[in-house]
């Protein structure tokens, strides 16, 4: 029989989580039925999500989980705010947590390892504490940020204020502004730009640990759980493309293709242009499509040796082994390429990368025909 082990229970953050999704699951539809909601509620709840959202994805991930750009104190000044009102901790405790993560992914040692299962890569992580809790000896570099420091020390009471009373008072000076209820608006504020806002940003931030290690394809590598994925992307600002972010942590993109949706890669983009950011890490596109052609590499091989096993004729295995082969050629070619470091043209990868999908979708071709 599987027993809850009260005895490791993270008390005061399971009453949060619990009690925060409650009041919005309840607390909320009650209020809309009641009030309604107008657009400054409305504004007001997306200002709040965008700014937090934004501020775990670029400011506690991408810049100091992984300083994948530098930022001047305004942009670490206003993540470091609204990061603490996604009430996730601090910014050191969770970049601490999430540098184990990608030194341990999968394993012993990983805080949200999804070997454990969904529930606990999502949650039950946070919901129990770990006996002994591990030291947070990786995140010196932060430690030396006294902005970071400032945050870790009134975390709580920074999120209390901005991030539930501040919307609190604005739903009432609105109201009280246009001659209506004011507790009514601060009700408002309360639950919609403060509880749901919570709540929405929160498991946001959680399917990241959950979902982008559980849905989606591994175009970069099938070493680890990650996976990218669109929808995910669309949910969590872009963090979506976790397989890709997983390979290079230390790139500021996570969509790394033009067509794929990272707002907070954009954001990174254009508080670059504005001089906010600097020192943007990319990852050097024969690097990435030497990944893509190592991985393509070694499905191919899988199959081969599936095949091998089934094959109907000694033509078809011949042809398979033909494709392998290819792969195996262009794969080495731009393997040397990249390490003497020959400038490749844009053209030129995309030729590869294409030649590379066609021979995969052959592969695959091949598959369905033996399936059939
Ligand atoms: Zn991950
Ligand atoms: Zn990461």
């Given at each position: 029989m599987y027993r809850i082990p009260l005895d490791r229970v993270n008390w005061i953050t399971s009453s949060f989580l619990i009690g925060t999704a409650l009041t919005a699951l309840i607390g909320l539809p009650v209020y809309l039925f009641q009030h309604g909601i107008d657009a400054f509620q409305f504004g007001m709840f997306a200002f709040y999500l965008v700014a937090t959202m934004m501020s775990i994805t670029l400011g506690y991930h991408r810049l100091f989980s992984h300083i994948s750009f530098k930022a001047k104190w305004p942009v670490r000044f206003f993540t470091l705010v609204f990061g603490a009102c996604a009430f996730e901790n601090s910014c050191l405790d969770w970049a601490s947590d999430h540098r184990r993560h990608h030194k341990h992914v999968d394993h012993e040692g990983d805080?949200?390892?999804?070997?454990?299962g969904f529930m606990w890569a999502h949650i039950g992580w946070l919901m129990f504490k770990l006996n002994p809790e591990p030291p947070m000896d990786n995140v010196n570099d932060l430690r030396k940020d006294k902005l970071v420091m400032w945050q870790h020390?009134?975390?709580h009471w920074i999120g209390l204020v901005v991030g539930l009373i501040v919307p609190t008072a604005l739903g009432y000076g609105w109201h009280a502004w246009h001659g209506m209820d004011p507790w009514t608006g601060a009700l408002g504020g309360f639950l919609i730009a403060g509880v749901a806002r919570i709540v929405v940003a929160q498991h946001c931030t959680f399917f990241i640990n959950s979902l982008c290690h559980t849905i989606g394809r591994q175009p970069y590598s099938s070493g680890h759980s990650a996976r990218d994925s669109a929808i995910m992307a669309f949910l969590t600002f872009g963090e979506g493309y976790h397989n890709y972010h997983h390979e290079f942590q230390h790139?500021?993109?996570?969509?790394?293709?033009?067509?794929?949706?990272?707002?907070?890669?954009?954001?990174?983009?254009?508080?670059?242009?504005?001089?906010?950011v600097e020192g943007l890490r990319r990852v050097p596109d024969g690097k990435i499509l030497l990944a893509e052609m190592r991985e393509a590499r070694l499905r191919a091989e899988k199959h081969l040796a599936e095949l091998r096993e089934h094959a109907p004729s000694q033509t078809f295995s011949d042809a398979v082994h033909e494709i392998t082969e290819r792969l195996a050629a262009n794969y080495h070619e731009l393997e040397k390429a990249v390490a003497d470091r020959v400038h490749l043209s844009r053209e030129v990868l995309d030729r590869w990368q294409a030649e590379t999908r066609q021979m995969m979708r052959e592969l695959n071709r091949m598959r369905e025909t033996l399936a059939a």
């Open positions: 805080p949200y390892d999804i070997s454990k020390k009134y975390v790139d500021y993109r996570n969509g790394v293709k033009p067509w794929q949706w990272d707002p907070t890669k954009w954001t990174i983009w254009t508080l670059a242009k504005l001089g906010l």
